[in-house]
């Protein structure tokens, strides 16, 4: 169902920036107004400082807020308070959109810390290990196919936190991945008016416009013969032009040696080495092997990194710690409603467990922890592994990996002298695996598929908006302590929430200024004597700068008028006119600011403002080209 009201009002105030056609070439284009100079000119110099990247986006996103705080308050737009200028800066700090994105991070942050992703993962990391380009063209045919039926936002927020595991286990960097999987979800998400939110308000203003409506797959095969064309660039390209922020890449790694002890129910009870070598992460190694097949009771040494033994120890079902002090930890943490932690220790000379193995320095009777590997750093003419022998004996300078709760880590630390190292992590709280899966996939069927009600006409479904629906999940997320209500620094991202809040200010500044109607008004008045092939691509660029500058409910809002006015007064056809800009709005990967998905993903990548432009604008070419090819011919312009 659409909310008509709202399309009348957002058709009225694109109407009011339609341009005023006349005798064609010979009108007269106001100039600018005040105010309308101030948006574009905060506009071009916050992007500018953006592409620099000598301020950080945080302080600059400020900057802008600021500015357009004070200038409205001492210069109010017309028939306008001071204090709407106040209202108008810092109203995207309580923005649904905002609010939205928050939420979506606390969702995403459940499905991590309750392990609630691991049988997709491991599913998808098959194929990844099986052959990485392939994995990547299923994962972006993936994210595409999903995009077209459920909202952009609620298929990303799924998909990253795989990617962002794969990349943890070995995959391709979340760096190299996460903007493509962006990419595909978007263009997916354009080829459906369901697909967003933006493609329903493009299709109201038209309909309020007089064009009769448009089914959910209208204009699906434009859209996919376009991502035909632009897969091979997703695929092959755009993975190479991205950096690798991989964290690995600034601190050293460790690995970690441990004994794995066979049980009777791990997976390698009486089985050869050769059937479980497939089943071992990459990060991972048995130092030793068997003669013959593992046999209960036995032990071997392993080494891996914190996330290999992690991976290992879950999917073989070993021990490499004590079975009573682990059963011991997880009952507390039950009861006490506590997360338990693994943390790195540093041993230094004063401790007490220099010289000691790990069988005999006490340390789970002592404490209530688990050591759960020993890394050995670099020594001169030793061996490390030949060193080990049967058991691993503790040295200066050794890094413990230990688990245990709070209480237990802070006595271990103080009582045997060690240094903690910072980046402590929680184990993922499995218990809950399936009810943050639940609340996630309730909160995107409320958006996607639509709440059952019951009404005059029967029972019928009514889509939930997606801030609603994200926020009662996130909410779900806390009450029933999927998520820690501590612990939601975490999730979030300070640099998104600014740069979403400035990003809404300066679309808002721009509609309402007038900056948006007077450039297309320039843009109008320059199409009368182009052919309508190019009419129709300058369209689709004006709407697709709009909405990486601004916002695409901008775009939406005056392009949608624009373009069936340049249409009406030049004898084309109204259809692929208002094509052009419901896919000028969804080309939306040039810059972090034009859409919520490209925020969601800032963090996780560790993206600059540069890394949308650089692989962006290409993928922007490449679809406006085609997408403006198909339009011609198949509507014979």
């Not at 964290?247 to 040696?257: D, H, M, S, V």
């Not at 390698?268 to 071992?280: G, K, V």
Request: glycine share 8%; with cysteine; net charge neutral.
């Amino acid at each position: 169902m659409r909310p008509a009201g709202m399309c009348y009002w957002l058709g009225a105030i694109g109407l009011l920036s339609a341009p005023r056609f006349g005798n064609g070439a010979g009108d007269v284009i106001d100039a600018p107004s005040p105010h309308a100079i101030a948006a574009m000119a905060l506009t071009v110099i916050v992007f500018a400082m953006f592409v620099r990247n000598r301020i950080s986006i945080e302080i600059v996103s400020l900057l802008a807020i600021a500015i357009i705080a004070v200038g409205l308050y001492f210069y109010p737009l017309p028939h306008s308070q001071p204090t709407d200028g106040l209202a108008l800066a810092f109203g995207g700090f309580g923005h649904p959109a905002l609010i939205t994105i928050c939420a979506l991070m606390i969702l995403g942050r459940g499905l991590v810390v309750t392990g609630a992703l691991e049988p997709a993962a491991q599913v998808l990391e098959r194929i990844w290990k099986f052959n990485l380009q392939l994995g990547m063209l299923v994962s972006l045919m993936l994210a595409m196919g999903l995009s077209m039926v459920v909202n952009d936002t609620p298929v990303l927020v799924l998909l990253m936190p795989i990617f962002v595991a794969l990349a943890q286990r070995g995959a391709m960097p979340a760096s190299k991945t996460l903007m493509p999987l962006n990419s595909a979800v978007l263009i997916g998400g354009m080829a459906t008016t369901i697909g967003t939110s933006t493609n329903l308000l493009v299709v109201g203003i038209a309909n309020d416009l007089g064009m009769p409506p448009m089914s959910v797959f209208h204009f699906t095969p434009i859209v996919l013969m376009a991502a035909l064309v632009a897969l091979p660039y997703l695929w092959l390209v755009m993975p190479r032009l991205l950096p690798d922020n991989s964290p690995e890449l600034k601190e050293g790694i460790r690995r970690f040696y441990s004994h794995l002890r066979v049980t009777p129910e791990s997976q390698l009870a009486n089985r050869h080495f050769d059937e479980i070598t497939d089943m071992l992460p990459d990060a991972f190694r048995f130092e030793e092997r068997p003669a013959g097949k593992f046999q209960a009771g036995q032990r071997m040494l392993i080494s891996g990194t914190h996330e290999g033994l992690e991976s290992a120890i879950r999917v073989l079902r070993g021990q490499v710690a004590p079975a009573w002090v682990v059963d011991q930890i997880t009952e507390q943490s039950r009861h006490k409603r506590e997360d338990i932690q693994v943390v790195e220790m540093v041993v230094t000379a004063d401790s007490r467990i220099v010289g000691r193995t790990l069988a005999s320095s006490g340390i789970a009777d002592h404490y209530g922890v688990a050591v759960l590997g020993v890394h050995k750093p670099k020594r001169p003419f030793a061996d490390d592994v030949a060193d080990l022998g049967r058991d691993i004996r503790i040295a200066e300078g050794d890094v413990l990996l230990v688990m245990g709760l709070s209480d237990g880590l802070e006595a271990f630390v103080a009582g045997d002298s060690l240094l903690q190292l910072e980046g402590v992590r929680e184990m993922p709280r499995r218990s809950k695996a399936v009810l943050s899966a639940a609340i996630m996939f309730g909160a995107v069927a409320l958006a996607s598929v639509g709440l059952p009600w019951i009404g005059a006409q029967g029972i019928y479904l009514v889509k939930v908006p997606i801030a609603i629906s994200a926020l009662a999940g996130a909410i779900l997320m806390f009450v029933t302590g999927c998520v820690k209500f501590d612990r939601v620094g975490r999730a979030l991202s300070g640099k998104v929430i600014v740069l979403v809040a400035a990003s809404i200010a300066i679309g808002r500044i721009v509609l309402e200024s007038g900056a948006a109607g007077w450039l297309g008004e320039l843009l109008a008045s320059g199409l009368v004597h182009l052919q309508p092939a190019f009419v129709l691509m300058a369209v689709m660029l004006f709407v697709t700068l709009l909405t990486n500058f601004a916002s695409n409910a901008t775009a939406a809002t005056v392009g949608t008028p624009i373009a069936f006015a340049i249409a009406t007064e030049l004898g084309l056809p109204p259809e692929p006119m208002i094509l052009a800009v419901l896919f000028g709005c969804n080309l939306c990967y040039a810059t972090p600011v034009a859409y919520q998905t490209n925020m969601l993903i800032m963090a996780e990548g560790n993206y600059r403002f540069g890394d949308y432009l650089r692989t962006g604008v290409p993928l922007v070419m490449i679809m406006v080209v085609t997408l403006s090819y198909l339009l011609v011919t198949t509507y014979n312009m």
